[in-house]
């Protein structure tokens, strides 16, 4: 989880990208056809959080993940409108880091905090100076962090935040 695509095949196929990517690209195209039509198993407290959040913040996403996931998702459970914008590497080509900075450049966002679940998530928020809250429930580990949550309905009480 987290992986660029580009990663991914470099992990399992090492010296063949070409049957890699053939690989990949059709397993995401899959993926994403199936987060269309049956959406997939979300954390409990999520889009209730995400419904709270929006009434006092702009909402942004950056991920690692394919062209047209995001999309998928968000449609699948009508949050939308949720979300000013986002930004993918399948989109770009590009990691994380350079994702954040796409996104806070486009939108002219001058203070921003970064939720993640991995320590590429931390490294990536550093590298753009944002503050990083760590979603500890999540799928990765972190040994650095401003502050974290253990349920994603904790940043409803983000004003609280020592950050």
Same mark, same amino acid.
């Given at each position: 989880?987290?992986?660029?695509?580009?990663?991914?095949?470099?992990?399992?196929?090492?010296?063949?990208?070409?049957?890699?990517?053939?690989?990949?690209? &059709?397993?995401?195209?899959? &993926?994403?056809?199936?987060?269309?039509?049956?959406?997939?198993?979300?954390?409990?407290?999520?889009?209730?959080?995400?419904?709270?959040?929006?009434?006092?913040?702009?909402?942004?996403?950056?991920?690692? +993940?394919?062209?047209?996931?995001?999309?998928?998702?968000?449609?699948?459970?009508?949050?939308?409108?949720?979300?000013?914008?986002? &930004?993918?590497?399948?989109?770009?080509?590009?990691?994380?880091?350079?994702?954040?900075?796409?996104?806070?450049?486009?939108?002219?966002?001058?203070?921003?905090?970064?939720?993640?679940?991995?320590?590429?998530?931390?490294?990536?928020?550093?590298?753009?100076?944002?503050?990083?809250?760590?979603?500890?429930?999540?799928?990765?580990? +972190?040994?650095?962090?401003?502050?974290?949550?253990?349920?994603?309905? &904790?940043?409803?009480?983000?004003?609280?935040?020592?950050?």
């Amino acid at each position: 989880m987290g992986l660029t695509k580009n990663e991914i095949i470099r992990r399992l196929f090492k010296d063949n990208f070409e049957l890699g990517n053939a690989f990949i690209t &059709e397993c995401q195209n899959m &993926e994403n056809k199936y987060i269309g039509e049956n959406g997939g198993k979300i954390y409990e407290n999520t889009i209730k959080t995400i419904r709270k959040l929006y009434k006092e913040y702009d909402l942004f996403i950056v991920s690692n +993940c394919q062209s047209g996931y995001i999309e998928m998702f968000l449609k699948y459970y009508k949050l939308e409108k949720y979300f000013k914008d986002y &930004e993918s590497s399948g989109n770009t080509g590009k990691d994380k880091n350079a994702n954040i900075k796409i996104v806070l450049d486009r939108n002219n966002i001058k203070n921003a905090i970064y939720i993640g679940d991995t320590a590429s998530d931390q490294q990536a928020s550093q590298n753009n100076n944002l503050k990083f809250i760590w979603a500890k429930y999540g799928f990765g580990n +972190c040994d650095s962090y401003d502050y974290y949550i253990d349920d994603i309905y &904790e940043l409803t009480h983000i004003k609280e935040f020592d950050l």
